[in-house]
């Protein structure tokens, strides 16, 4: 039961969703040269995506002991409820802002062996995560931009649990956390052909937590100016604890696909 409840707690964290902060995917657009540009010289981009994440790492909450949680994305997805995720980026010149927003709410539930206690247990997880951000070009031109980035990502997770049946018939708890960490990173852009090209980004930081990153590499092909498809790999760590028992180091990790529209 303790495992049930952990990684219900926390798998939604992994994202998956509707999915991903890459959530905090650190807008996977496409190259400057197609970018569509407004006469005011700003570009819009957003991009909702899925990541196929699952997650491992140790928890702890409602007081209990912590557990060694390693759970695949089918896993995940077998307790999905609903997920929703999405990167919108403006762009002036060298200047950029964005935000990553990720919403996950996964559910489950089991018998208890003999039914005295309780007869059964429900567990429903809410995780919320979002980054707003800043971003500078060092390098910008034709074959590609590089940009060095930095921002706030909040975290919100929440998790209930009720019992029905038996001694706690009707009982009901719930246990979360919300706190943010400061990112520092690169994110980076290159053409390969006037169709494929190679993006990525690297973040790093703490704050509440004691670390926070994410890192991903994804592929992408332009239909026309303002649809792209996105494709790769991402991976995002986070190790927070605080002084009421709860705690969440894990680390998330699975391949990413987007559609990238431009206006």
């Not at 959530?23 to 197609?34: C, F, H, I, K, S």
Request: hydrophobic letters at 45%.
């Amino acid at each position: 039961m303790k495992t049930i409840v952990c990684a219900l707690a926390f798998a939604g964290a992994a994202l998956l969703a509707t999915g991903a902060n890459a959530a905090d995917v650190y807008t996977p657009v496409a190259p400057e040269v197609q970018q569509v540009t407004t006469e005011s010289g700003w570009t819009f981009t957003i991009a909702p995506y899925f990541w196929a994440a699952g997650l491992s790492g140790d928890m702890d909450q409602f007081g209990l002991p912590p557990v060694h949680v390693d759970a695949s994305f089918s896993d995940i997805f077998d307790h999905l409820d609903f997920g929703a995720m999405a990167i919108s980026e403006a762009r002036y010149d060298r200047y950029s802002f964005f935000n990553d927003l990720s919403y996950v709410k996964i559910s489950g539930s089991a018998a208890t062996p003999r039914g005295i206690v309780a007869g059964s247990v429900d567990v429903s997880s809410e995780t919320f995560m979002t980054m707003l951000g800043a971003g500078y070009a060092v390098l910008d031109g034709p074959s590609g931009r590089l940009e060095i980035a930095g921002g706030a990502r909040i975290w919100s997770v929440d998790t209930e649990i009720s019992f029905s049946g038996g001694v706690l018939d009707g009982v009901s708890q719930s246990d979360g956390a919300t706190w943010v960490d400061g990112l520092v990173g690169v994110r980076g852009t290159y053409q390969i052909t006037p169709e494929f090209y190679l993006t990525g980004w690297g973040f790093v930081g703490a704050g509440a937590a004691d670390i926070d990153w994410d890192v991903a590499g994804v592929l992408g092909y332009r239909f026309n100016e303002r649809f792209s498809a996105v494709a790769g790999y991402r991976a995002l760590g986070v190790d927070y604890s605080n002084d009421d028992g709860f705690a969440f180091d894990v680390v998330q990790q699975g391949p990413i696909i987007g559609l990238v529209v431009q206006f």
